[in-house]
């Protein structure tokens, strides 16, 4: 919905020629071990996650520097001063 709302094509939806990033976890382990005290902790809890179909973490583990992700542009570009 939220790529719908801002008009962003190709994006939203797990359909043929779309763009989709996908996060498989399990809600009950999912968790955030960053503290003001230790802000670079990594979350725990994710098994994989694909950006734009490409699997960036398996199994919990980084797939080897696979960085698929790419720059978005919505309707509010070049609105701003």
Same mark, same amino acid.
């Given at each position: ?6 008009? %962003?094509? /190709? #994006? ?9 990033? *996908?996060?498989?976890? !399990?809600?009950?382990? %999912?968790? /955030? #071990? ?9 979350? *725990?809890?994710?098994? !994989? ?33």
């Amino acid at each position: 919905m939220p790529a719908a709302n801002l008009g %962003i094509k /190709d #994006r939203g939806a797990l359909k043929p020629g779309y763009h989709a990033d *996908v996060v498989v976890f !399990d809600p009950a382990t %999912i968790g /955030d #071990r960053a503290t003001f005290e230790k802000p670079h902790q990594y979350s *725990v809890g994710m098994r !994989d996650v694909f950006v734009n179909g490409v699997a960036v973490l398996k199994n919990g583990e980084h797939s080897g520097g696979a960085r698929p992700g790419r720059f978005v542009q919505g309707q509010g570009r070049g609105r701003c001063p």
